[in-house]
Every structure is written in C-alpha cells, then in structure tokens.
C-alpha cells in the first residue's frame, strides 16, 4: 500500500490497523457502535476501514463537502459514538457536532492541530498489535453509508460483512481483477464505488493500492507513470478531465491494462476516444445503488462499442429484472423498474422499517430506477423513478435543493432537475418563480443556497419563470423542463 511517502506491506498494514482497533476499544467503542470518518483519502482512512470492521464497529463515513447542518444530520441520525476528521475539517466537524448536540465519545484527527482532538497516526503506530478478540458475524452491519434519495434527508445504508465479501467476489470475477492489480485511487473512499468495489477488493487479493487524496487530472497521471498503475477506475467526469489534460499525452499511460467508469452514464463519444487514446486499456461499466453495495450489472470490454451506453448484464451474485407497478415482470423492450436480489444487498435503512419494507419487499431490492431490458438480459436505464440529479458522480436529490429554495422569502414554486452536461454529465437546474409582486432574481437563488447546501448540490443554472408545466393533476412536468432547458449548457 502506497500513500504519500509511506510504503507499507499487508503485514505492516495488518499491525497498524490491529493497533487502531484496540486504540479504539481503549477508548470505549465496542461492537454496534457507530464512528463517523469525515476525510480524503489517506493511509489512515484505508486503517480505520478495517479497523472498525474488526471490533464489529460500524463505520459512518461522510461525504467531505457536505456542510455542518449536513453533517449534523447523519452524526444525529447514525447515533455515532465519535468522530475522526481530517485536520482541515475539525472545524467544520465541531460545529456539525454542537448543531447535533454531541457531547463527549471518541474524537481523531488526522494531521493538523487541534485541542480536544487526538492525532490518530498514534493509535496505528502505537500500542499492541494483537488482533481485537471480537467475533464479528456475516450478517453483522460493518458499515451505515449515506445515500440521497427523493427525500430530503439521506438514508442510512446498513452494510453486512456478507453483503461487501458477496459483491467484492463478484467485482473479482466479472471485473477481471487480480492480485498482480496495481491501482491508485483517488476518488472519494466515503463513496462506496472507491472503497468498496476497488480499494477493498485490492486488500482482499492484496492487490498493490496507491492512495491519492482527490482526482485532480496532473498528480493522478503522474501518478500513473510513477507507479507503473495497471488499473484505474473514475467516473465519465474524471476520465473528460484526464483526456483534456496537457500531461495526458507527456505522460507514459502504456502500464495501464484495466479501467472502468460508472456513477454515470459516459458519453459514446467519450468512449471511442478512450478506446482510440487508450487502445491497450479494456473497460467496464459498473452500475449499481449503495443498497447493492453497491455492484449490481456489468458491461464487458467486448461489449463497449457494440452495447454503448447499456449498463451491461446482472454480475455474477445479482438476479436483476424489471417490474411494473405491482411487482409483475415486464416483457423484454417493455419500461419497468430496475429490481435486484442478491447477497450483495444491505439489510435495510438505519431506524426505518417502513423504508426498508418498501425498498427491498419480496425479497427484491426496488431501485427507483427505471429501465428496458434486452431479450438476453442487456440493460439500458432510461430514466430515474425518484427524482435523482446524478452530477460529477454525486447523487442529488432534487427536493432537497427544492426545499432549500423554498426557504427563500418570495419564492412561490421550484423545480429542480438535471440536464446534460459537457463536464458534469448532469448539472443541476433550477426554475423558479417568485410570488407576484416580488422582485427576485437568479442571482438571490445562487446567493441563498451557498449558505445552505454543499457546492455539488447547487445549481449550476437557475432560470426564472412566470409558471411550471403541469398536468391535470398538478404535478409539475420535469420531463417538459428539461426539454425545454436542455441547451442551456451550451450558452
């Protein structure tokens, strides 16, 4: 494993996040307990991941552009007993605690200097490196991921042992991936594509990880060349970045053999060019929910070109088919949604029953997403049933953003949506109208959610208008907005 300036072997790796864990027992966690990792990726994170999963501690780890009240929310929700923040973020960590009413538990850092808080390279460089005496079940949850949905708040994703071993095997298998992989990864590991469909399934081969903290274009080919990186995985929005670059063609890519992108739909004529650029690189789609943990359907190197834009077929663990709105399988070329049964799927929502029985009722996980399916079992997802903005390889829920607005003095109706996108792939849009006789303007709309929602769920747009589309029955016709906004991306 490789991160920075530190190069260690899985037996080192082993010791220090054995120490961790007792670290953390020390200072009372135990099994069932929640711990909240708000931080880049780092060496310490890829110790805690493990750590906590040993003393049967559930790990929370939070999107790091998530704001205080954001943050708040999942620390209340999730119940944690503690945090550990990078040093950068123990600010914004101490006020997402005093909104919470968090007081006492566990509190890391990792760098930086901060009163209250220890400094977490001395609970995996110290102590006793005895692996923890913790019998941790399959069906134990080891990790509570937080996921947008339609709602407002995000839900919590309960992760079993059984369910992440169950979906690395199938990332394995359909993924082609081995123990001779050299991969660097640089997407945020608090998104269960990074940490759980390549950087945990390197550890469980003992595959070679190069840990980088963000996806910025120059270090990540450096990167590349430096470390002879065999496999990579980003989002369509990392890989334009990556193709756009000047050091793309300075520097030597020829160690690369693997690649796969998912999050989002990459555009056909992204594709040919990586397959033009990178003629030596085989590529995959991995499509999927956090629920999945989040793997669900795969699209082959031999199908790239001839099946463009499909998500591919069911891995390995996954049954998937597509149902109508009373569950009954739909004929081949027929809209329905996406449903999935697998070991792969999480034990439900964190405290919501009600959520969870409808989600994943008859013992098929309900995606929301609706899709048509090829007589021999080829995917396409043609539109989302919850009203998700897939941006940059985020999820959006669109009435958050809506809700935010709405907290706007003067604003009479929103809506938000997604439209296409050069770099975004989605970008988030909002019209708005303002209650008559206010004056109002886009740039109040931008000025109101900077103080209320994190950068990626903003809009990039915001149009005013004297009413919504609707139908009979008063629902507002995104479909129609889209349409009708679609070029705005391109002004």
């Not at 937080?146 to 309960?158: A, D, F, H, N």
């Amino acid at each position: 494993m490789v991160s920075g300036d530190l190069r260690v072997t899985y037996a080192e790796f082993d010791a220090a996040v054995n120490r961790a864990a007792n670290a953390l027992a020390e200072r009372g966690l135990r099994k069932g307990d929640r711990l909240a990792l708000l931080s880049h990726n780092c060496f310490q994170y890829a110790v805690l991941a493990f750590a906590t999963a040993k003393l049967g501690v559930v790990l929370v780890p939070v999107n790091f552009m998530l704001n205080a009240d954001e943050i708040a929310y999942i620390l209340g929700h999730s119940g944690a007993s503690g945090i550990v923040a990078e040093g950068a973020l123990v600010a914004t960590a101490e006020k997402a605690l005093a909104a919470a009413g968090v007081q006492g538990g566990v509190r890391g850092r990792i760098g930086g200097a901060s009163e209250g808080w220890e400094d977490v390279d001395g609970w995996w460089r110290e102590g006793s490196a005895a692996a923890p005496d913790v019998l941790v079940g399959d069906d134990d949850p080891l990790r509570l991921m937080y996921t947008s949905g339609t709602e407002s708040r995000p839900k919590g994703v309960m992760l079993t042992s059984r369910s992440l071993i169950s979906q690395y095997v199938s990332c394995i298998v359909d993924g082609e991936m081995s123990a001779d992989d050299v991969e660097v990864h640089a997407l945020p590991m608090y998104h269960c594509a990074q940490l759980d469909c390549f950087f945990s399934v390197d550890v469980y081969l003992g595959a070679t990880s190069v840990i980088l903290p963000g996806p910025d274009p120059a270090p990540l080919l450096e990167t590349i060349e430096r470390e002879r990186v065999s496999k990579l995985f980003c989002p369509p929005t990392v890989w334009i970045s990556l193709l756009r670059h000047p050091d793309f063609e300075r520097r030597d890519l020829s160690s690369l053999r693997k690649g796969y992108y998912g999050a989002s739909a990459m555009p056909v004529e992204v594709l040919r060019e990586l397959l033009r650029r990178l003629p030596d690189v085989r590529l995959w789609n991995f499509y999927g929910q956090t629920e999945m943990a989040p793997l669900a359907t795969i699209l082959r190197p031999d199908e790239q070109l001839e099946r463009a834009g499909s998500a591919g077929r069911a891995a390995i663990n996954v049954e998937t088919m597509l149902v109508d709105d009373d569950g009954n399988p739909v004929a081949a070329g027929e809209v329905g949604e996406i449903v999935h049964r697998s070991p792969h799927a999480a034990l439900g929502y964190y405290n919501d029953e009600e959520k969870t029985e409808d989600a994943f009722r008859g013992g098929w996980f309900h995606s929301g997403d609706l899709g048509v399916m090829t007589e021999d079992g080829y995917l396409s997802v043609v539109d989302r049933k919850k009203d998700m903005i897939k941006t940059g390889g985020e999820n959006v829920a669109s009435r958050e953003v809506e809700e935010a607005i709405y907290e706007l003095d003067g604003v009479a109706e929103v809506a938000v949506f997604g439209i296409a996108h050069p770099r975004w792939i989605e970008a988030v849009t909002a019209v708005v109208v303002a209650k008559p006789g206010v004056a109002l303007g886009a740039d109040d709309v931008h000025a109101h959610v900077r103080e209320r929602l994190a950068g990626y769920k903003r809009p990039k747009y915001v149009v005013m208008a004297e009413s919504l589309p609707k139908n009979p029955s008063g629902k507002i016709l995104k479909r129609e907005l889209r349409g009708l906004h679609a070029g705005l991306a391109e002004s």
